[in-house]
């Protein structure tokens, strides 16, 4: 089955700079690869996502990078704020089932003010 | 609010006990999922409902119990749980209209702690 490494564990910027998340998979069949964010108390909530046929996915201060000859895809977000601190979950679908999503272990962003 | 909630939001049971965990959508989804999210570890998917019927059964101990009387309500059964069985209980819908377009949307989730 599919299998999401993700990297960092932890990352600690200061508020304005970036913060780049990194995922690589498994099955070069999948095809969907979302991003959720997770704060303290609540459920992972969408942020961004994006398909095998674009390269590059923005929205406002968030983006998506994926290149699927080296099967790894990033999350950059620019201009950080203390409110982008949470809990940042990669995933992908392996092949045929796009329900079946396969989750990272997860990044815990702290943007310090 | 992402339009998908659960009760009870906390949890605490003892090995013997049977409880039930709800979730709620109102987001006119035609598919819904249980999935288990423990420390350190990532989100593991247990069930998966479409058109209220199970489609995926991750390998779940039978002390886990689905059921899903419509298309809007989720519960799983509890009983018997070991304390390794302590998370947090996440339900998720979708829409499955495309393979390729189904958004998953998360509910709050239930903490469980079994003593």
């Known amino acids: 089955g599919e299998n999401v490494e993700q990297h960092p564990s932890t990352l600690s910027v200061q508020e304005g700079d970036s913060a780049v998340i990194k995922c690589t998979y498994s099955d070069s069949a999948s095809n969907y690869f979302p991003w959720y964010k997770q704060e303290l108390g609540k459920g992972p909530q969408l942020i961004i996502d994006?398909?095998?046929?674009?390269g590059e996915k923005k929205d406002q201060r968030i983006a998506v990078t994926l290149n699927k000859t080296a099967k790894h895809f990033s999350l950059h977000i620019t201009e950080t704020q203390p409110e982008d601190s949470a809990v940042y979950f990669c995933?992908?679908?392996?092949?045929?089932?796009?329900?079946?999503?396969?989750f990272g272990s997860g990044t815990q962003l702290t943007v310090l003010p | 609010e992402t339009g998908v909630t659960q009760t009870p939001r906390h949890l605490v049971m003892g090995m013997t006990n049977k409880k039930s965990l709800k979730c709620e959508q109102h987001l006119g989804h035609n598919a819904m999922y249980w999935y288990k999210q423990s420390a350190k570890k990532p989100l593991e998917l247990m069930f998966v409902y479409n058109f209220k019927e199970q489609t995926e059964n991750n390998s779940v101990p039978s002390r886990f119990s689905p059921e899903c009387p419509n298309s809007s309500h989720l519960f799983l059964h509890l009983h018997t749980l070991q304390p390794e069985d302590s998370a947090l209980y996440l339900c998720?819908?979708?829409?499955?209209?495309?393979?390729?377009?189904?958004?998953?949307?998360f509910g709050p989730g239930t903490r469980l702690t079994v003593l």
């Open positions: 994006i398909r095998s046929n674009v």
């Open positions: 998720a819908s979708s829409q499955e209209s495309s393979p390729r377009t189904d958004t998953q949307y």
């Open positions: 995933a992908a679908t392996p092949s045929g089932s796009a329900r079946q999503l396969t």
